[in-house]
């Protein structure tokens, strides 16, 4: 009986200390202006651990995934980041020059031989020198591209505007070569719709920085979408299509991951769109018991579980849902949801300060984590 309580005391010490630490970590919830030091400081910590050498930059990836997924983390690392310095550069009009020179670095990082190595593995060619070939490459060479837009976007000179122009020529006629204007991901594969819509973006801005080119493949792109690849019962992007046919996949699943995802990067496209698929993607995923956040499943409960995408369920929500979800919730000024969803995230990553600089304990795990969160966080439009 006296172990027992001394558990319970135990317990209920810790639940209160987390209780307070949340709540001194979230005081400056709400919006841009509020969050400015907390945002800055985040972005300090990537700075200082993904802006390194390429191979350090991989190894900070869990050897545990694997030596693909090191290299797509390290990927989604640097393009996020760079998603974030446009971001803070556009939300806040300060260094300007700095970020420029930031984004440069990972640009950079994204196209040496050590980070391009898990997409030339899988196809076994090397993406950029095989630029006038018919092979995919769709999610390796749009990450580019959407970085170098991103560069371009803030005042970034024309160093890259070559690369940038064959990129996006190569990625739409790989496009207009298919039946169906998708690209899967890796060979044997079917096509994962968050991937592809990185192509659109980074397509949709070549076409605004450039005088509307490869504007009608855009357009092309999303009309399919909004006539084909809605799932019935949800009218939610697919998460997933075949290779060369038009349908779905047979029972393919509308995945919480994917569809907050999906409707992040249809802000940078079709914001009327992407506004009626986040809509909807509240009315079947999103959670508000216990703590707020984004489900995995729609139509089934999960309250404890594993999930590939996701990573681990508990209660229902999906971790990688959530953080992706922060994204539309914040394009779209949902402030009072976006502060009980980055709640949820402190509850669940708890932030670390030291030396000026902070960031989630879940970082020091997965560091790419940290940089989908300070992007999502930050969403705004690039005008």
Known sequence: ??????????????????????????RHHGGFASEKEDILSRRDFLLEKVMTSPQQLIDEMPRLVGPQFQGEWALYSCSMLSAALVN???????EREE?????????????????RAYDRERWDEDPLETLDGDKSHVSYLSHLAWMIGGYKQIGGDGKYDDLYRRLCETMNRRLLDTPNMNLPTYPDEGVYVPDMLVA????????QQNDG?????VQNWIEQAKQQWLDPETQ???SFLPDETMGMYKNAPIKGSYTALSCYYLT?????????QYEKQKVHFLQRKLMTGFKEYYDRRCWLGMDIDAGPIIC???PTGTAFGVGSVTFFEDWDLRKSMLRTGEIAGTTWHSHGKSHYLLADMALVGEAIMLAMRTATEWK
Request: glycine fraction near 2%; charge should be neutral.
């Open 200 to 207: 659109i973006v980074a397509l949709s801005l070549y076409s």
């Open 1 to 26: 009986m006296k172990v027992l309580l001394i558990v319970l005391l135990v317990i209920l010490a810790f639940v209160v200390v987390k209780a307070v630490w949340v709540g001194i970590a979230t």
């Open 88 to 94: 803070t550069t556009l939300i806040y009009g300060e």
């Open 99 to 115: 970020n420029i020179a930031r984004i440069d670095s990972l640009i950079k990082i994204v196209m040496s031989p050590e980070l």
């Open 236 to 238: 939610l992007i697919s």
């Open 316 to 318: 229902n929500l999906s």
């Open 213 to 217: 080119e490869y504007r009608a493949t």
């Open 268 to 276: 940078f496209v079709d914001k009327e769109f992407a506004r009626d």
